[in-house]
């Protein structure tokens, strides 16, 4: 595997249900980050992570919970989640989070029914 | 007013048209430019990014950005029909939030 890596591709979940997307780089990055891309909305960056430590969570529901277990790896929990929360989930990474470069995933394609 | 502005498109074009994909800002704070070109059902995939003012080139891209005008452009010369696909142009700040304020994208269409 190359480049960082989305698990599921496409995931359809009730109101009720709990479940969590994976993200995977290989690039041996520092820092990772989850965005929302809604259609017609720009990028929603939701949260930040540097050497696995949260820097940055930009006002995101608590029904979303990441979690970032070393620097290779980060997870969204999703549980109770709303119909308008249906969207592209892309994970993304850089060397440190200051840096300009950014490599995305191929994204989480959710639909919450 | 948003951070960003992009015109959405469609823009069509034929084959091996110049291409001028635009986006102006309202945040003289910006100093990281960058513009990600995003196939359908995959991921943005970076193109270039430059730091302040000027122009940069990578093979049939140019990104330049003029700061006193708050607008930034990618050229794309020779167009081909793989380079259909939505571009997004994105920035930020030097310092304070590390956060990345994207546009909405412009989706262009290479006619063959």
């Known amino acids: 595997e190359t480049g960082v890596t989305q698990t599921p591709r496409h995931l359809v979940m009730g109101m009720t249900n709990k479940k969590s997307l994976k993200c995977e780089q290989h690039?041996?990055?520092?820092?990772m980050y989850w965005y929302k891309q809604s259609a017609k909305k720009p990028l929603e960056l939701m949260f930040v992570?540097?050497?696995?430590?949260?820097?940055e969570n930009n006002s995101v529901p608590s029904r979303f919970s990441p979690e970032c277990p070393n620097s290779s790896h980060l997870f969204l929990h999703l549980h109770t989640l709303q119909p308008e929360d249906s969207a592209l989930y892309l994970c993304?990474?850089?060397?440190?989070?200051?840096?300009?470069?950014?490599?995305f995933g191929p994204g989480t394609r959710l639909t919450v029914t | 007013q948003k951070e960003v502005e992009q015109d959405p498109g469609p823009l069509s074009v034929p084959e091996g048209a110049i291409v001028s994909l635009n986006c102006t800002y309202s945040?003289?704070?910006?100093?990281?430019f960058m513009w990600y070109r995003q196939y359908s059902r995959k991921g943005p995939e970076l193109l270039m990014y430059?730091?302040?003012?000027g122009n940069k080139e990578d093979g049939r891209f140019t990104a330049q950005v003029d700061k006193s005008s708050k607008y930034i452009s990618l050229f794309i010369r020779d167009s081909q029909p793989s380079d259909s696909a939505t571009y997004l142009c994105a920035m930020r700040r030097t310092s304070g939030t590390y956060k990345y304020i994207f546009g909405t994208g412009t989706r262009l269409k290479v006619l063959a």
């Open positions: 992570y540097n050497f696995k430590e949260q820097t």
């Open positions: 690039l041996g990055h520092n820092a």
């Open positions: 993304a990474s850089s060397p440190t989070r200051g840096t300009s470069e950014q490599y």
């Open positions: 430059t730091y302040s003012s």
């Open positions: 945040n003289s704070a910006f100093q990281y």
